[in-house]
């Protein structure tokens, strides 16, 4: 069965400075890989995804993320914080391209101090 | 572009009633919707998928005759509450894969039931 694991409940950022949100996977076969962000009483909006190809994903907002393969990580990344990129950040993944739906990790609030 | 849609936003039954949500693809095509459940503070559990003109599949431990899925066109996806009851008082979330592109989803906003 597939998993993800962000393993912080919580990260805090000053604004300005480079934030990471954590994320690792396991899954039999070739991993697609996601990062969505939900804001207080909306639905989950999409960032970024790794399906192929360059290791290095540029999304949304400006954030990125780095497959590892190695590691069987897919971190998100920004290079500066913004106080509005306080949220709760999931990463997802699906085994099959598009065919199944996705197996969240349980979520990384993300706060970003002024 | 992409946008999903779910109606109601928020709703409030008798246990014992049941509850429909709907979920629709405003300007795409979605051959393939998913329907998940949150639990506060928790993260999204993958209930069930649901394909256009044919039987929604459920994942392991999800009652499906209490949860009634049905995918009736190319828009719009359906999740009955059978019966509720106030154990599944939840945040429900439904996404719709493009069919045009096979691996972006995109989510509804969700839909707030409680059972009283």
């Known amino acids: 069965a597939q998993s993800v694991a962000q393993p912080e409940d919580q990260v805090n950022v000053a604004e300005g400075n480079p934030l990471t949100v954590k994320c690792t996977y396991s899954v039999s076969g070739n991993p697609y890989l996601f990062w969505y962000v939900q804001y207080p009483n909306r639905g989950l909006q999409f960032l970024l995804k790794?399906?192929?190809?360059?290791?290095l994903v540029k999304g949304s907002y400006g954030f990125e993320a780095e497959f590892n393969k190695s590691q069987t990580s897919f971190h998100l990344k920004k290079p500066s914080a913004l106080v509005s990129d306080s949220a709760l950040y999931f990463c997802a993944v699906s085994k099959r391209r598009g065919a199944d739906g996705l197996t969240f990790g349980k979520g990384t609030h993300l706060i970003i101090q002024p | 572009g992409a946008v999903v849609s779910q109606h109601p936003s928020r709703v409030i039954c008798k246990s014992g009633t049941s509850v429909k949500i709907e979920c629709r693809s405003l300007d795409f095509q979605a051959t393939t919707m998913f329907w998940y459940r949150q639990f506060p503070k928790q993260s999204l559990m993958l209930m069930a998928t649901?394909?256009?003109?044919?039987?929604?599949?459920?994942e392991q431990g999800v009652e499906k005759d209490k949860f009634l899925i049905n995918h009736a066109s190319l828009t719009l996806s359906t999740l009955t509450v059978t019966s509720a009851h106030p154990e599944d008082s939840s945040f429900y979330i439904c996404s719709a894969r493009d069919s045009e592109r096979s691996y972006e989803q995109y989510f509804g906003p969700g839909t707030r039931l409680t059972v009283t």
């Open positions: 649901s394909n256009e003109g044919s039987k929604a599949t459920y």
């Open positions: 790794y399906i192929t190809g360059d290791n």
